[in-house]
Nanobody, 115 residues
Framework: QVQLVESGGGLAQAGGSLRLSCAAS????????MGWYRQAPGKQRELVAA???????NYADSVKGRFTISRDNPANTVYLQMNSLKPEDTAVYYC?????????WGQGTQVTVSS
């Protein structure tokens, strides 16, 4: 059974930094793509950043220049370094892994940024 487990969320002040990690277990292949999504109260879940197995990255416009996604393929782990945090970054952050036609999700980790 594939599981994605996030860690690293918490409380930060505006302008501060947090680093999220997501480790996958129960899988012997590298995900085609891994990424981070977020969902704020009353809003739809949105893509924050994604990275392919080859290292291609894409970011939401709102986080470009502030967030960096990286991954460790053999370990099936993905990271999100979040710098210059803003109150509008407050949300539950979800790890996602795509393998062929299947999507896998973590349970989510809360990120709260105070002004």
């Amino acid at each position: 059974q594939v599981q994605l487990v996030e860690s690293g969320g918490g409380l930060a002040q505006a302008g501060g930094s947090l680093r999220l990690s997501c480790a996958a277990s129960g899988i012997i292949f590298s995900f085609n793509s891994m990424g981070w999504y977020r969902q704020a109260p009353g809003k739809q879940r949105e893509l924050v950043a994604a990275i392919s197995s080859g290292g291609s990255r894409n970011y939401a416009d709102s986080v470009k220049g502030r967030f960096t996604i990286s991954r460790d393929n053999p370990a099936n782990t993905v990271y999100l370094q979040m710098n210059s945090l803003k109150p509008e970054d407050t949300a539950v952050y979800y790890c996602n892994g795509q393998l062929f036609v299947d999507d896998y999700w973590g349970q989510g980790t809360q990120v709260t940024v105070s002004s």
